[in-house]
């Protein structure tokens, strides 16, 4: 590909590497010119002109990420594909599940020029149908034959999604002694939100006293592939109530605790073919912690060891629930909380309403503007800043006797 200026009278049908204002219009970059655009730049007074021209080895830039986007979907599951747009190409899930990218595939594919890029989302993040899960993006406006060639061949498998199957699953609780009914089902609740979540279905729950042997009677007589256990109690060992009654099941205990906080002391196990989760305290909240992360890869079908596990720790540390602040101890120590400010931004031009000011509109008998602002103070924010144009008289009443600080924006006509 040949960049660099060109006079206007030798420009046609290569493409414009900056966008042109001219008659009115603006010829925008990526535009092959054709002999209305030569016209329209020479009335202008445009001489010359930043293009690229393909040579003989040279694939369009759309053309490429199209080849790219295709070569990359090939040998992977429910997946599909925009039309491509400035070298662009957009692929995404079909179905929700988890998706899945050879990082080595990636990397090899990444590595064959600089100008063939694609960017995705990590390895066994969940998504949705019609999450964008990758982009190919050819960086200049072609790219070479040869090159693409060469990043299509090891794409094959690269990129996949893998869906959530339907399942059933057996859902335990344990009560201990004084334990309410509400935080049963609380836990309950949560559990068949999650699976629900992920396309499955739960049975249950069976409620059993907080002992090995009960537990594992009830585990014994679980029909489903899938059984998950929510004690009353943590399970702090792995000589513990829940992983000593799937033992004394006949199953076994593949790994106890995990590198994901929270999340902590879910274990993992077998009976016969059926698969064994005790689930973490946290799985009580709806808040994401490491069970989530277990059950997504359960529901989609991949079977999960003690390394993958193992393997969670790096991105393991998961927000902290609001309840639980600084929980692991003084590592870091603040004096009372942050101070935050609200910025209500109020000196835009209203253009898009066609003449009435949208921040004068009534809601529920008062201007937005002082509505907004209300819902501001009513916040823990210690100062409220509204800010407005210096001429605005409407807006200024809509505010008047609010404790508010009032912030006057001169050049608000600039635009944004």
């Given at each position: ?308 596990i193992a393997a969670m720790g790096v991105g393991g540390l998961l927000k902290e629930i609001s309840t639980r602040p600084q929980p692991r101890g003084g590592i870091v120590k603040t004096k009372g909380r942050p101070k935050i400010e609200v910025l209500l931004l109020a000196a835009g031009a209203s253009s898009r309403m066609g003449g009435d ?47 508010v600080n009032t912030v006057f924006c001169p050049d608000w006509r600039d635009g944004m």
């Open positions: 590909m040949i960049f660099g200026p060109r006079n206007i009278d030798d420009a046609k049908g290569a493409i414009l590497a900056h966008s042109v204002a001219v008659q009115g219009r603006r010829i925008r970059k990526g535009t092959t010119l054709n002999a209305a655009d030569i016209k329209d730049l020479r009335a202008a007074g445009v001489l010359s002109v930043t293009v690229a021209a393909l040579g003989p080895g040279d694939v369009h830039e759309d053309a490429a990420a199209q080849m790219l986007a295709k070569a990359l979907m090939s040998g992977g599951a429910n997946l599909g594909a925009s039309a491509p747009f400035t070298g662009r190409v957009n692929i995404f899930a079909e179905c929700d599940g988890m998706f899945r990218v050879n990082a080595d595939l990636v990397n090899r594919f990444n590595g064959v020029d600089p100008s063939i890029t694609v960017a995705t989302l990590p390895d066994l993040s969940r998504v949705s149908g019609r999450a964008l899960v990758a982009t190919v993006k050819i960086i200049p406006f072609a790219a070479s034959r040869e090159n693409i060639s060469a990043a299509c061949d090891v794409a094959a498998g690269a990129l996949g999604v893998e869906p959530f199957k339907p399942t059933r699953a057996t859902l335990i609780l344990t009560r201990t002694p004084g334990m309410g009914d509400s935080l049963l089902g609380k836990g309950h609740r949560a559990v068949a939100q999650r699976l629900h979540s992920l396309g499955c279905e739960l049975d249950g729950p069976v409620i059993v006293d907080h002992k090995t042997d009960d537990l594992a009677a009830q585990l014994t007589g679980a029909k489903n592939d899938l059984i998950l256990i929510l004690t009353g109690s943590a399970t702090s060992d792995i000589a513990d109530v829940a992983p000593a009654a799937l033992l004394a099941a006949g199953g076994r205990v593949e790994r106890f605790g995990m590198p994901v906080d929270p999340g902590n002391l879910l274990f993992l196990g077998g009976l016969g073919a059926k698969t064994v989760v005790g689930l973490p305290g946290c799985a009580r909240s709806p808040a994401l912690n490491g069970a989530d992360w277990v059950l997504e890869r359960l529901a989609a079908g991949i079977k999960l060891r003690d390394q993958d000011d949208k921040l004068l509109q009534d809601v529920d008998g008062q201007a937005l503007l002082r509505h907004c602002a209300n819902v501001a103070l009513a916040s823990q924010a210690g100062r409220v800043n509204v800010v407005l144009p210096p001429d605005h008289a409407g807006r200024a009443a809509a505010i008047r006797g609010l404790k």
